[in-house]
């Protein structure tokens, strides 16, 4: 069995410019990667299926799972006889706004390039995530990124200034499809991006603090006011900054102190079964 790390990530920044001739909408936003990871097993099978086991009953065992679509994708692309058993050992959330089965897809296109000995390349195999999902070219990379297009067009950037990072997600999944298909784009408070990539760039954590924003925020608050609530108690148990992740429902707060990350992992414990104090991972993946 090989195994290969799926990290999940945040978005410190996302902003929709427009929607495209396409029906995609115009993204531009900077991810990175946390220390909350899957870890994907996967081996070789000399039937030529594709086999999916989890240890999450919610996650598919068929063409609907990302990693499925990746394995398949390899398969079909360059004519592989040879199958794979893809075990998903789930840590990540799932429809959590964390890229957790993108993360899942990106790492089964780097394990099953060494698998079956493709010698492709990082950016070849970014290119192959796209035709996956939007998401899944920034996690073939991992580290931090500026992310434009509709999510697949991949700047590398410098890791962020360090921190903590405390992540609680509601009892509820978000679709992302319902989140994008209600925003309004006109009168959109858009996040100063630049200002991130400066933040990032000066290892100030101050000003990425005052740069974060999340436009989809103001459609995943009105369907669901619990993630108000979540993001609101996240201050006032101290965070340093706070954001949803993606379209939702995860919120994150970012925490200089490590001294106060305690006093709110324990303050959200009270009203949210899950919640995770990671780190942020900066660099990307060398298992990449």
């Known amino acids: 069995m090989f195994y290969v790390k799926a990290p999940a990530k945040i ?7 427009y929607k495209r001739p396409d029906h995609y909408h115009e993204v531009e936003m900077i991810m990175t990667t946390v220390d909350l990871a899957d870890r994907i097993g996967l081996e ?30 390899l398969k079909n692309t360059y004519g592989i006889s040879e199958g794979v058993t893809i075990t998903i050992e789930k840590e990540i959330p799932i429809a959590a706004g964390l890229a957790g089965g993108s993360s899942d897809a990106a790492a089964t296109l780097r394990g099953l390039n060494e698998l079956w ?14 035709k996956i999902g939007s998401d899944v070219s920034f996690c073939v990379y991992g580290g931090t990124a500026l992310a434009t297009g509709r999510g697949e067009i991949i700047e590398e950037l410098p890791a962020p200034p ?15 499809a319902d989140v994008y298909g209600g925003l309004k784009i006109e009168g959109l408070k858009h996040p100063n991006t630049k200002q991130m990539i400066t933040a990032i760039e000066n290892n100030d ?13 103001t459609v995943t608050f009105k369907l ?15 965070a340093d900054a706070v954001l949803m992740s993606g379209s939702g429902p995860t919120v994150f707060g970012l925490v ?31 298992l990449a």
């Not at 000399?46 to 063409?63: C, E, H, M, R, Y």
């Not at 499925?68 to 994708?73: D, K, T, W």
């Not at 493709?118 to 995530?129: F, H, M, Q, S």
């Not at 992992?265 to 900066?282: A, H, I, P, Q, S």
Request: glycine letters at 6%.
């Open 11 to 17: 978005n410190l920044t996302l902003d929709v410019l």
């Open 44 to 73: 070789s099978r000399a039937d030529g299926l594709i086999k999916i086991a989890s240890t999450d009953n919610f996650v598919p065992d068929d063409q609907r799972n990302f990693a499925y679509q990746a394995a398949e994708l």
């Open 117 to 130: 000995q493709l010698n492709l390349t990082l950016d070849e195999l970014a290119v192959l995530g796209a």
């Open 162 to 176: 360090t921190s903590w990072v405390v992540l609680a997600k509601p009892k509820i999944g978000v679709s992302t």
């Open 205 to 217: 954590y101050d000003l990425m603090c005052k740069s974060v924003g999340n436009v989809l925020e």
């Open 224 to 238: 669901h006011p619990e993630v108000v609530m979540l993001k609101e108690q996240m201050h006032r148990f101290g």
């Open 256 to 286: 200089e102190n490590e001294a106060r990350v305690s006093r709110i992992y324990n303050g959200l414990r009270g009203f949210c079964e899950e919640v995770y104090v990671v780190r942020m991972l900066g660099e990307r993946n060398p």
